[in-house]
């Protein structure tokens, strides 16, 4: 067989990815061909690819070819890839070509390149949401994958165009473009140039019939409910009808909190902070945030459920910090320690348990870990050299030492690990090593230490993932850096070091070492649980009854997923071990990193004195949560999620809603006759429901969160469209309408029919440009920059790319809403204010281009 394909021809991607699957099961000679030639000979035109059969016969489809050699590879059609297929050639590909064409050949973007296939996009994310899998047709990747990806590459490989808020198409793309045969495609067809790589072949291209007079519009809510079956409808309503009756009763409080046999038991941890460094806004969601999310929806679903964090508070790091400020190691962890608990605390993170590993339950768990380890083989001795700064006088831990990467050239790596390229580093590799305290070039010196046997742990902790993986939600980020691990094979890893403040280590010879922090740091959580209960083990060492969720930021993966596990195997001692692994991204500040040094960044222990209430704080960084890609906190975007998601979406639905039924009906909410419209509603925020359940249950937390504001965004269009404040003044039947729209919007916002409400006041406040700007200049430390006015419009004319993509993604989608109120005959007074916040977003992004900004004066009707 042989493969004509054509650099620049877009087609030409999915066959690549696609033969990988005939390799080895066919002789098969790939062929780069220019895109006049021609390679059928019956065709009056060009066409590529082409793939010539054996017996002669061409395929010139895409999709047959591709189609052609996943069934050489033995796959088995079924119905629902055949829809997807289908589904690519009448919806996808008009509307995909109309993008292109507009991007590659006109040279326009954002919105007017978005616009076209939003619809689309949303299409494959709500499936993929829906299902539950990884793949459109189920758990495993199919010909359907490789066509979507193929077709969706040339556009969504640039970040713009793949929205913030389509989290389970950004894992999906993510994941097969990782693949090893879709970078190859990638690297022939598009030769480094991204989508203008296609230029030539889209310029001989007919303008696509899509953009000549096709209505363009983003409503996949209303798609949604066109598509509702009367079934599902019925089911909505007979479960809303129930009422709070049918809703299990609610779990008693426990003291301590234990398994129960029969029952989900969650154990839900937050990686350990450091408890000298006060945890910046990155840290707060990577970690005990999006851990605290999951916690209380598990409580709320009545799972048993236990949640610790705590200081881990060991090692040089306190030793120097003791040093700095005059205190003992001791007298650091307790003053660091109250310092978490308070922020914690003020950011109402919901711990079962906040402990702390500086405890004799930790020396006895770690000792004894260690002792299994030990008489079973799994520890090894041997001389280290290692960095010492005679300056200090001491042996410098691998985070006191800072130089070259000795793999990437990053300037900054730390002793153990870089931070750019996440490989791991023997201290003595960076190239030109400094210790961090006094900034001295230290010298190498011989110490005799112990070190994790991991290569004899190896194939104990694949077996052990082979059995995990396949059913848990560990993120895409945590299986690479696995499996990038054990790809490179594990080696011996060194457990001990030459310090004072941590775990003794319990072997002869080795009295004056301590136990290194990421050997014992891990075992933290279970300390932790020691000193909560006695009965620890039965969460610790109950693998079968136990699902342990464990939440943390990338950096945190191996130690995690890898070095406590292996250590936990080898003890052979049945301990629970990580069922989902939740890994974020990294959060960076504006257009920056945080820095506590150079008064860079929001830290914990500032938020509460900027006046921003915890719960803006908390909605502001779940929105902005890293779970696919690193994001970055901005102050210009926080004001506007504020206002226009927290404040004008959610909060004004529920304050709405709620001063209705206060002035018009007594405080008491009023009894529903629900119409058919109402009924679709109902129906609409079931399905909602159970989408935001599924993504929560697979703590996708950022994705879940935007199901939430659907469901207020919807119950916004349904008040502002049924008009109860004109209708209470109307006839009976009128008074009745309002009633019933009253009582369900408040039902909606979880209030039933004949409950009682007390005041009606606002849920937010509205953060205001000088407040904000005030907040930027005192945190941005040496990247802040002085505005010649304090007005908003002069804010954003500093703006970075940032700052100005965050608006563009604003214009978009208060375009849509727009669009979706004149598409429904919305009252013209809504329609009105809709636009001037439009018009007013779009001088902010005017301005923050450094474009002048013209108030539109109307389009002619055509």
């Known amino acids: 067989m042989r493969l004509f394909v054509s650099e620049g021809a877009p087609g030409s991607l999915p066959v690549l990815a696609a033969a990988g699957r005939a390799q080895g099961r066919v002789e098969l000679l790939i062929s780069t061909v220019g895109p006049e030639e021609c390679v059928v000979p019956f065709l009056t035109r060009p066409k590529v690819p082409v793939l010539q059969l054996d017996s002669g016969n061409y395929l010139f489809s895409a999709s047959a070819i591709c189609r ?33 064409y507009y991007l590659v050949v006109q040279g326009k973007k954002g919105e007017d390149v978005l616009g076209p296939v939003r619809r689309a996009l949303t299409h494959i994310d709500h499936s993929l949401s829906r299902r539950s899998c990884p793949f459109l047709a189920g758990e495993t990747e199919s010909l359907a994958d490789i066509v979507l990806w193929g077709a969706l590459y040339p556009l969504l490989q640039d970040p713009a165009y793949l929205p913030e808020e389509l989290g389970a198409l950004h894992s999906w793309f993510q994941t097969l473009s990782s693949q090893e045969p879709c970078q190859r495609a990638v690297e022939t067809v598009l030769k480094q140039q991204g989508v203008l790589a296609l230029r030539p072949y889209l310029q001989k291209q007919p303008q696509p019939s899509f953009l000549e007079g096709r209505a363009v519009s983003n409503e996949p809510e209303e798609e949604e409910l066109a598509t509702l079956s ?122 079962d348990i906040f402990g702390r590993t500086t405890t004799p339950q930790q020396t006895k768990i770690t000792q004894d870990i260690f002792q299994r380890l030990f008489t079973r083989g799994f520890v090894l001795q041997d001389t280290v050299e290692q960095l010492r700064c005679e300056h200090c006088a001491r042996f410098l831990a691998d985070r006191f030492v800072e130089g070259v990467c000795p793999f990437c050239g990053y300037e900054e790596a730390r002793g153990d690990q870089c931070d750019k390229c996440g490989k791991l580093i023997n201290a003595i590799e960076l190239k030109k090593p400094q210790c961090k305290v006094c900034r001295s070039c230290p010298v190498v010196k011989s110490s005799r230490h112990l070190f994790l046997d991991l290569p004899k742990l190896e194939k104990r902790l694949e077996e052990w993932l082979e059995k995990t993986l396949p059913g848990s939600d560990w993120t895409p980020n945590a299986r690479f850096i696995i499996r990038s691990w054990l790809r490179d094979g594990l080696k011996p ?95 960076n500040y504006e257009d920056g990193k945080f820095s506590k040094s150079r008064g860079v960044g929001v830290f914990g222990d500032m938020a509460q004195n900027t006046g921003i209430p915890a719960d803006i704080w908390r909605f502001y960084l779940l929105y902005i949560r890293p779970e696919g890609q690193d994001t970055a906190f901005s102050w210009t975007d926080m004001l506007l999620k504020n206002n226009s998601e927290l404040l004008n979406n959610l909060g004004n639905f529920i304050n709405r809603a709620g001063m209705f039924v206060s002035k018009f009906f007594g405080c008491f909410v009023p009894e529903m006759v629900l119409t058919s419209d109402d009924r679709r509603l109902l129906a609409h925020v079931t399905l909602e429901l159970q989408h935001y359940h599924q993504l929560l249950e697979k703590a996708r937390i950022r994705d879940a969160l935007r199901s939430i504001l659907t469901i207020s965004r919807h119950g916004n269009q349904y008040i502002q469209v049924n008009e109860p404040w004109k209708r209470i003044k109307g006839s009976e039947a009128d008074r009745q309408r309002a009633g019933t729209v009253t009582g369900l919007a408040v039902n909606i916002a979880a209030l039933p029919a004949g409950h009682q409400i007390g005041t009606v006041s606002p849920l937010f406040q509205k953060l205001e440009n000088d407040q904000i700007e005030s907040l930027r200049q005192r945190f941005g430390g040496g990247q802040a920059k002085v505005s010649p006015k304090p007005a908003v419009v002069e804010t954003v004319t500093t703006a970075g790319p940032q700052q100005v993509q965050v608006l563009m993604d604003e214009v978009t989608k208060q375009g849509n809403i727009v669009r979706e109120l004149k598409a429904q005959k919305a009252d013209k007074n ?18 923050a281009e450094g474009k002048p900004f013209e108030t539109p004066k109307g389009k002619k009707k055509r």
């Open 68 to 100: 052609y050699f996943f069934l050489l590879s033995g796959w088995e059609q079924d119905d629902l890839t055949n829809q997807w297929l289908e589904w690519e050639a009448t919806e996808l590909q008009p509307a995909l070509s109309a993008a292109l």
């Open 830 to 847: 809504q329609v009105a204010a809709e636009v001037a916040k439009l018009l007013d977003l779009k001088k902010q992004l005017a301005l």
């Open 493 to 587: 890893r060194c457990i001990t070091r030459d310090l004072k403040w941590g775990t003794p280590v319990p072997l002869e010879g080795f009295e004056d070492k301590v136990f290194y922090v990421w050997f014992d740091a891990t075992i933290g959580y279970l300390s932790i649980t020691a000193n909560y209960t006695d009965q620890w083990e039965r969460w610790w060492k109950n693998p079968e009854q136990v699902s342990l969720y464990q939440f943390m930021a990338k950096d945190n993966v191996p130690f995690h997923g890898l070095v406590f596990p292996c250590s936990a195997l080898g003890t052979e001692d049945n301990y629970t071990l990580v069922s989902h692994l939740i890994a974020t991204e990294y959060l």
């Open 230 to 351: 009367e079934e599902e409808i019925a089911m909505a309503v007979a479960a809303w009808e129930k009422g709070l009756g049918s809703l299990p009763p609610l779990r008693p409080q426990q003291n301590p909190v234990l398994p129960v046999a029969g029952e989900r038991n969650v154990l839900i941890t937050s990686a350990l902070p450091y408890v000298n460094n006060v945890p910046h806004l990155g840290n707060i969601i990577g970690c005990v945030l999006s851990a605290d999310v999951f916690a209380r929806y598990s409580r709320l679903r009545q799972w048993n459920t236990l949640y610790l964090c705590g200081t881990d508070e060991y090692g040089t790091a306190t030793e120097t910090k003791a040093m700095e400020e005059g205190l003992t190691p001791q007298e650091i962890c307790d003053k660091y320690h109250a310092v978490h608990a308070d922020i914690y605390r003020w950011f109402n993170i919901s711990f």
